[in-house]
């Protein structure tokens, strides 16, 4: 008789890690799967474009890591996992050479919003200061709501809720008086790929915010491959076993075990574990276009907090952030004057491009399935910023949607986010269901970034799909 495994992963992105280990450190038997050659799934980091060079292919910042319930519970710290914090979490640029500002201080970030918008910010943000943890147990944690727990702090969770129900286009302009406080909240909420008119797209705006104010937006040294290689050596050292290099197309081809969880999209999962048409209603969201760049210095940004910046929006104002989410998420066209969103650990992290030199990253949205070069657009943007950038470039990477789902089974058509987050797609994702996390096959459960809370670095879907295992394998005992 072959030994029967408590579960199987499949996928070692964060989420597929963090429900691994989520099991094993619950004493249960655990063997994780991988399609690549290393773990990490959207947290890796690869030389890209020259030796020497170290970049992330996909995530960078990790506000929502630092701040992870989850990450915070384990002892990543001894798995190698080091946070390195610039010393600005975010800048965002205008044409006159002068930033708004995301601080760790409030008073730094309201005071770069000019005189006559100060008080606003601090008005927004002051019923949740002092309070991540609670809010960061409910909101990151909502996923629990659907795991029959209450939330801990309903009456802040309300007052959370109510306070980023409405449309950020609409909620900028009611609160602030001047340009600079709209175009920051946009440019937050510009992380989410859906149009800044929907309800609910301040809230992640609001929690990136907050982020910076409790724990600040840092960066692992070495890179975003330190948080999935720290999370696959806590998994070995709890028993887990890790394949790499092996692409999973059906459940029989995996070991015999009691649950099988999927860090996969909806689709694959549908079709690997032959679910039929279970989620064939599930909707993928648009794209965008990335340049890893290997530069000769660091970016000349005309403003003096962009040089300080760990992320840097490029966008200058709500409306033309607006435009620009609308053209890609709606309209189905590449957008003149792209939404970037910039980063530049090298800055703070030294081990990661040669001496002198750095690496940068700057995406921009773009239709699903889009197909093109879009580094001229996004380029413009940068030297109007920053005049002189090309003059930098050493060599650099680009990726579309065709080579973004190339490099990730996750990215179904270019979609980073592995589902919409458009209309209530963010909240209710993969579709409307009391536990998410579990399938009609009563051995199958999804943990990716397309059940709740989404997207980000922050494994918080592996840990509430795995605490849907756990109550399934402790029950069948
Ligand atoms: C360009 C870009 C920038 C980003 N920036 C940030 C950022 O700065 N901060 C942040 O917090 N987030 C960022 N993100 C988002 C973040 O990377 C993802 O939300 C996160 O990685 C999702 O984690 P996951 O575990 O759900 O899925 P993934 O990280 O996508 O991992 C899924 C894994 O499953 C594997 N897999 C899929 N199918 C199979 C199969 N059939 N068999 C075996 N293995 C399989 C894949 O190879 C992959 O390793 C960014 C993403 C991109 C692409």
């Not at 309800?199 to 910076?212: D, E, H, M, Y």
């Not at 059906?250 to 860090?263: G, H, K, Q, S, T």
């Not at 403003?303 to 952030?321: K, M, Q």
């Not at 990716?448 to 605490?467: D, F, L």
């Amino acid at each position: 008789m072959p030994s029967i495994r408590d579960a199987v992963v499949v996928g070692a992105g964060p989420n597929g890690l963090t429900a691994a280990v989520e099991l094993a450190r619950r004493g249960f038997e655990v063997e994780l799967f991988e399609a690549m050659d290393t773990v990490g799934g959207g947290a890796r980091t690869e030389e890209l474009t020259l030796p020497g060079f170290r970049h992330d292919p996909c995530s960078a910042v990790h506000p929502t890591g630092a701040g992870s319930p989850a990450f915070r519970a384990m002892p990543l710290a001894e798995h190698g996992l080091e946070w390195i914090h610039p010393e600005l979490p975010l800048a965002h640029p205008f044409p006159d050479g002068t930033s708004a500002v995301l601080s760790h201080s409030v008073g730094e970030t309201a005071a770069s919003l000019g005189p006559r918008d100060a008080g606003a910010y601090r008005r927004l943000v002051a019923p949740f200061l002092g309070r991540w943890d609670e809010l960061a147990a409910d909101f990151l944690g909502y996923g629990s709501a659907f795991n029959g727990r209450f939330p801990h702090h309903p009456l802040l969770l309300a007052r959370f809720g109510l306070t980023t129900l409405p449309p950020v286009t609409w909620a900028a302009k009611a609160r602030f008086r001047d340009a600079k406080g709209p175009a920051l909240l946009a440019g937050l909420a510009g992380h989410v790929i859906a149009p800044l008119n929907n309800p609910f797209i301040a809230a992640p705006a609001l929690v990136f915010a907050l982020a910076a104010h409790a724990n600040g937006w840092p960066v692992p040294r070495g890179g975003s491959q330190a948080i999935s290689d720290a999370l696959a050596g806590y998994l070995r050292a709890l028993g887990g076993t890790i394949h790499t290099g092996t692409e999973v197309k059906r459940l029989d081809e995996l070991p015999p075990a009691r649950a099988y969880v999927f860090d996969t999209s909806p689709t694959a999962l549908a079709r690997i574990a032959g679910l039929g048409s279970a989620y064939d209603g599930f909707r993928y969201g648009a794209s965008l276009f990335k340049i890893d760049y290997a530069l000769d210095g660091p970016v000349p940004w005309t403003s003096p907090e962009a040089r300080r910046a760990g992320t840097v929006h490029v966008g200058p104002t709500l409306e033309d952030i607006d435009t620009a989410m609308r053209d890609a998420v709606v309209r189905g066209r590449a957008p003149e004057k792209p939404l970037l969103i910039t980063s530049q650990p090298s800055l703070v992290d030294p081990t990661r491009a040669p001496e002198g030199k750095h690496v940068f990253w700057a995406y921009g949205h773009l239709p699903a399935r889009w197909e093109g070069d879009a580094t001229e657009a996004v380029e413009r943007q940068l030297e109007r910023f920053a005049p002189g950038f090309r003059d930098r470039v050493l060599a650099r990477a680009t990726a579309g949607p065709p080579q973004l789902a190339e490099r990730n089974a996750n990215y179904v058509g270019g979609d980073i986010a592995c589902g919409s987050a458009a209309g209530l797609h963010l909240l209710i994702r993969p579709k409307l269901k009391r536990v998410p996390y579990t399938t009609a096959h009563p051995a199958v459960f999804l943990c990716s970034s397309a059940t709740p809370p989404g997207p980000g670095v922050h494994g918080m879907a592996g840990h509430h799909a795995a605490r849907a295992v756990w109550r399934r394998l402790r029950a069948a005992r």
